[in-house]
């Protein structure tokens, strides 16, 4: 079954908390009055569905903390500075729980040269953190320290090579401010450059996916040559460490409005990988603003909901659809429309996303469309049998209009299968190309001289190992729009960027996705499977244009009614031991000809608008300005 409820709730000063109904897993209002819409389950049999709201929540301050509820629904904790029994030295606007158990905690400041880390871990023994490019305890580039019972205290910049114990570094790059035995374990306190300068050991933290690794011991060493063995308390997370969205969950409106899109009690299939889309009707709200959008997932899922996309059209007649549910890509039964006006884009590791104070994406009003689709991506890849799935998106609205609308710009790679990744490659690249023809025609249609790009989510799958948006104008490259040389597939989340880029006509853009097929014997082709690939780039950006999707896909010269079956033909005939071929591959998706896809619900094609488009490389990637001496 399917539910969607509507809710408005006041801004009431000095309440403190978020509360949730547990029977409808949504935000109710000060009075428990709710709108809800209920729609048929995905077998499309009818069932029926209590809405009465529990009238005993309150409305709070909005301050969007994270919140379990009864029926298994998990709503994000934003970025914070608090952690229960935790006392910090001074106030921090960042913070992660590190372990599945607790035990170690981090905080950290940054600014445009230093970050701060203060780590709270319940040992009394030795503490470490560091930065690692691949995840992995080594190489890796590590702070480690403790203090003794009888306070004195060790701390050292070290680097990991091996399975031994990390070496000190010649160049102290890590410098300890503050550290403490409590209570409850022990504290250190740390800063250093987000770039060194020190190649030989350190690891530069970047604007983008950093790996975070952790250890400690049970004891103190006896000295700083004898540091026991950490055992299995250490481990990996991804982070962005330098998150310009401080997350402290204030919405300066008092009007506030939830919108939640749910797949009620979906028994996921125990096939590999399963799109699962659903239809909803926005009720007639009238004009609103979506200032803020989170995932909620069911508990015990979280590996599991791969990434979920939210669109909307315009279509004759949309009630019908309303409810309705089918495999997203099964177009022989395909039910609900395909809607390329997408809203929110959201993957694995993603949190609450806040939209800038002065931008809102229009929801509710008379020229927006009310269908909305969202798809589920599933990864299931020991095919359970067992995942029952309440998972969807909730969207904060507000009628208080803010100055600008915002849209989301699709950018990349067609989802096909002439994406090809040859096996047995340690970088290869993958490029798709926003062509300026398809910049130019939404500026020009929307009649703005430039918008604004803020936030952008990039995506691929098991294969990916590093993702740039590049940014072009008059031939010469820009400074990249994001780059995340770390892109980790279990951690995907849009980006607020540090300072918003301006996009002109005549700009055009270029993907590049890398790829690691390192002992496959097969090559990964484009495709929706989590085994396949994709190459993608969510921006978010405004003031909206009617430009949404902006997508290339190579045809290796092969066109004609024909051309696709030729295409695989040639992929399925190819000598991937042969360099030769795997690099005609590599040039026929950096150079070679191309198809270019420029749409958008009310975007105008002209007629005689050339969607072929040759693959263009300048002399050389941007490069960024080289800091140190």
Known sequence: ????????????????????????????????????????????????????????????????????????????????????????????????????????????????????????????????????????????????????????????????????????????????????????????????????????????????????????????????????????????????????????GKIPETKIKHFDFLNLNFMVPNDTTTYLCRAFIMPPIGKHHMIKFEPVITPGNEKHVHHILLSRCKVDNPSQYDGKSDSCYDYQKQVIPNCGDYIISWAIGGESFYLPANVGFSVGAPEDPVLYRMETHYDNPNGRDDILDNSGIRITLTSELRAQEAGMLVMGLLTSFKQVVPPGQSNFVSRAFCRDDCIRLGLTQANIAEFKIFGVLQHSHLAGVRITTRHFRGGNELPPIIDDPNYDFNFQELRRLPKEIAVHPGDNFRIDCHYNTVGKSQPVLGGLATTNEMCLSFAYYYPKTPLANCLWNPTYGMSGADGDAKTWQMIQNADWSNKTVVDWFYQQQSTGPGYEYCAGDSLKIPANFDYTFTGYLPPHDYVEPDTCP
Not at 70 to 89: E, H, I
Not at 178 to 192: I, P, Q, Y
């Open 1 to 248: 079954m399917l539910m969607m409820k509507l809710t408005e709730e006041e801004k009431k000063k000095g309440d403190d908390d978020d509360n949730y109904d547990n029977d409808d897993v949504v935000v109710d209002d000060d009075d428990g009055v709710a709108l809800a819409a209920a729609a048929s389950a995905y077998d499309d049999d009818a069932n029926d569905y209590d809405a009465d709201a529990d009238d005993d929540a309150a409305a709070d301050d909005h301050d969007d903390s994270a919140a379990d509820d009864d029926d298994g629904v998990w709503l994000p904790r934003t970025l914070g500075a608090s952690q229960p029994g935790l006392k910090t030295t001074e106030p921090f606007d960042h913070m992660a729980v590190l372990d599945e158990d607790g035990m170690y905690t981090l905080f950290w400041n940054f600014n445009s040269t230093h970050i701060t880390f203060e780590a709270h871990v319940q040992t009394k023994g030795w503490v470490g953190l560091g930065i690692s490019g691949n995840g992995n305890m080594f190489p890796g580039d590590v702070a480690l320290g403790w203090v003794t019972d009888h306070g004195q205290v060790h701390f050292a910049d070290r680097h990991t090579t091996d399975h031994r114990m990390p070496l000190v570094d010649t160049s102290q790059d890590w410098f300890l401010l503050h550290a403490e035995e409590t209570s409850a374990g022990t504290v250190l306190k740390m800063v250093r450059k987000l770039q060194t300068c020190d190649a030989a050991d350190d690891i530069d933290i970047h604007n983008g996916t950093n790996r975070v690794i952790y250890a400690f011991g049970s004891d103190d060493p006896q000295n700083d040559r004898s540091i026991l063995y950490h055992g299995a308390t250490r481990g990996t997370k991804s982070l962005f460490l330098l998150n310009p969205d401080k997350g402290d």
